[in-house]
Every structure is written in structure tokens, then in C-alpha cells.
């Protein structure tokens, strides 16, 4: 103990004599009561509360900054946090959405998720965590609990590639629900229109479209979309009529194939019947 004590003394002692000086200094100064000695200790333990207060605040800064980086650390972490409750919950919607369509329907249905969106203004196509391994083939249609998506393009052994109704190459006959008028649905690149429609077939803005009886891609009338704008023409010739898809590619995560397919003769058939329109 006295070794370590004689070793500190020897390092220090410069410092802990200053310190012991000021000390005394201090007690001295405020046992005297000379006038003179007043206003000295006065403006010395003024200076002394000024320093201490400057320090006091510099410390307080530095913990106010520690803590305001901690705050903000932690509501990006629960900002974080949030956003992920949130995607669960749309995504427990849609899925419950899905369950629901699949206990209505007899319809065999293979359930898939979207990995990859390919979206442009005249190739819109989407890949599929499904393929062979999962009975996809292609023809066969993509749907969820609000209608249509598309039509399965190709497929390999683990995925599949879908192209959407905003796909140009893709043409469909659907049907106005209500008047039972057939046309081909087709992407422009810019809008959905049907054509091959006169102009005084009853067709009327907020008619519901639907996959038509007489395609063979289809078996059964699923819901593509509403018609949002119809505008004959004076001439008797074909009408302009552009349909909103009910479905929103953007907001889709998880839908469903529908597991049929056309026979390749019906489908040479439609094929060539496209080409001409």
C-alpha cells in the first residue's frame, strides 16, 4: 500500500499539491471577513459557478444528443416494426380473401405467390413460384378472389411466367354480364378495350365483363372487368368501349391457377382467328 502510494506521489505530486493549495485557498478565503476578501470571494466563487454551470451544460449537450440518437433509433425500429404488422395484415386480408374463393369454387386450383413483376407499357407479365412440379401448364388461367389476372405462358419445372391482361399479345372473348354481348378483349397499351362491338349492341357504362361462354380458355364465367367508358359511333360502325380490370397487379402478392386447359386444336383455331382481328 505504501509502495503504491510513494509511486503515485512521485507521479503526481505537482498536481496534488495544487490541488491541495487551492483547497485551503478556498477554505481561507471564505473564513475571512475582510471587505476587500469578500468581493474577491465573490467574483471567484462567481467565476467558479459560471465555469461549472458552462461544463454542467456542455455534459448536458452531449446527453441530450446520446439520447435524442438513441430516440431515434428506436422509433426507426418500430417504425420498421409497424410497417411489417402492416404488410401482415394486407397480406392475412388477401389470403383470407383467397381461402374464402377457394371453398366457394369446385374449380381445381393450384395456389401460387407472385416472385417477380415484369411491367411495361405493352408487356406486362408476372413469374409464378409454381410450375410443372405443380401441374401448370401453359393456357392454364391465373385468377384470384376478384377476377382475372392472366393466362400461363410458359412454365418449367419449379416456376411459370403469366402474361396479364395489360399484355399485348394476350386476347380474350368476354362478355358484357348483362346484355350477354360478346367481344375481344384486348390491351393497347395504354387502355383495355373490347372490340368487334356495333354501335347498337346494347352496351352500357358500369356493365360488368366477364370471361365469355363460347372461349374455350375459360370454362366458366370469371370477372375481368367494368365497362368505364362506351362511345358509339354516328356511323353504325364499331363501338369505342374501354374496360377497367377489377384487378390491381400492383397490390397482388398470392392468387391462384386455374387448373384447365383448351385442347391445341381449339387453340390453333382461336389463334388464327386472332391474327385477323
Given at each position: 500500500m505504501f509502495r503504491l502510494f510513494s509511486k503515485v506521489?512521485?507521479?503526481?505530486?505537482?498536481?496534488?499539491?495544487?490541488?491541495?493549495?487551492?483547497?485551503?485557498?478556498l477554505i481561507i478565503l471564505s473564513q475571512n471577513q475582510n471587505p476587500e476578501v469578500q468581493k474577491v470571494r465573490a467574483i471567484a466563487f462567481g467565476s467558479f459557478?459560471?465555469?461549472?454551470?458552462?461544463?454542467?451544460?456542455?455534459?448536458?449537450?452531449?446527453?441530450?444528443?446520446?439520447?435524442?440518437?438513441?430516440l431515434r433509433e428506436i422509433n426507426a425500429k418500430l417504425m420498421l416494426r409497424l410497417s411489417k404488422l402492416r404488410e401482415f395484415g394486407i397480406k392475412n386480408d388477401?389470403?383470407?380473401?383467397?381461402?374464402?374463393?377457394?371453398?366457394?369454387?369446385?374449380?381445381?386450383?393450384?395456389?401460387?405467390?407472385?416472385?417477380?413483376?415484369?411491367?411495361s407499357?405493352?408487356?406486362?407479365?408476372?413469374?409464378?413460384?409454381?410450375?410443372?412440379?405443380?401441374?401448370?401448364?401453359?393456357?392454364?388461367?391465373?385468377?384470384?378472389?376478384?377476377?382475372?389476372?392472366g393466362i400461363i405462358q410458359s412454365t418449367s419445372d419449379d416456376f411459370s411466367i403469366a402474361k396479364t391482361l395489360h399484355n399485348v399479345d394476350l386476347k380474350l372473348t368476354v362478355m358484357d354480364e348483362r346484355s350477354r354481348i360478346n367481344g375481344i378483349l384486348k390491351w393497347t397499351g395504354e387502355e383495355l378495350?373490347?372490340?368487334?362491338?356495333?354501335?347498337?349492341?346494347?352496351?352500357?357504362v358500369g356493365d360488368r365483363?366477364?370471361?365469355?361462354?363460347?372461349?374455350?380458355?375459360?370454362?366458366?364465367?370469371?370477372?375481368?372487368?367494368?365497362?368505364?367508358?362506351?362511345?358509339?359511333?354516328?356511323?353504325?360502325?364499331?363501338?369505342?368501349?374501354?374496360?377497367?380490370?377489377?384487378?390491381?397487379?400492383?397490390?397482388?402478392d398470392n392468387l391462384f391457377i386455374l387448373a384447365v386447359v383448351k385442347s391445341k386444336q381449339i387453340e390453333e383455331l382461336e389463334l388464327n382467328f386472332y391474327r385477323h382481328q
Open positions: 506521489w512521485a507521479n503526481f505530486k505537482e498536481y496534488i499539491v495544487l490541488i491541495i493549495t487551492v483547497l485551503l485557498s459557478a459560471s465555469i461549472t454551470s458552462i461544463i454542467s451544460d456542455i455534459f448536458s449537450t452531449s446527453d441530450l444528443k446520446r439520447e435524442n440518437q438513441e388477401e389470403l383470407r380473401d383467397l381461402v374464402h374463393f377457394k371453398d366457394t369454387t369446385s374449380f381445381p386450383l393450384i395456389p401460387a405467390s407472385i416472385i417477380s413483376k415484369s411491367l407499357f405493352t408487356q406486362n407479365s408476372i413469374t409464378l413460384n409454381a410450375g410443372k412440379r405443380d401441374s401448370v401448364l401453359p393456357g392454364m388461367p391465373v385468377i384470384n378472389d376478384e377476377g382475372l389476372i378495350i373490347m372490340q368487334n362491338i356495333p354501335s347498337t349492341y346494347d352496351v352500357e365483363i366477364v370471361t365469355s361462354d363460347i372461349s374455350s380458355i375459360i370454362p366458366i364465367p370469371v370477372p375481368v372487368g367494368v365497362v368505364e367508358e362506351f362511345k358509339p359511333s354516328g356511323l353504325g360502325m364499331f363501338s369505342y368501349i374501354k374496360v377497367k380490370s377489377f384487378v390491381n397487379l400492383t397490390t397482388i
